[in-house]
């Protein structure tokens, strides 16, 4: 999210941007400390929605 443009996160709100890159921070800076199962837990349903926001802006720029 820190990298991607206001407008690119707005078309796509359905995704939790905010919460993946705290996700990404999270785990980043705190990895030694985290139970890899209650990561996946976590992770499954907001990965599913950027999943699918990443193959529909590839299909957009690829035009």
């Known amino acids: ?3 991607l ?3 690119l ?3 796509h709100d359905d995704v939790p941007w905010r919460n993946i890159a705290r996700m990404r921070d ?3 800076h705190l990895h030694y400390k985290l139970d890899a199962d209650i990561v996946w837990a976590t992770v499954g349903e907001p990965l599913e ?5 990443a193959e529909q ?3 957009e720029l690829e035009g």
């Open 1 to 3: 999210m820190k990298a």
């Open 9 to 11: 996160t707005a078309v």
């Open 26 to 28: 999270l785990i980043g």
């Open 57 to 59: 802006i590839r299909r």
């Open 5 to 7: 443009s206001d407008g």
């Open 49 to 53: 929605q950027l999943r699918g926001a």
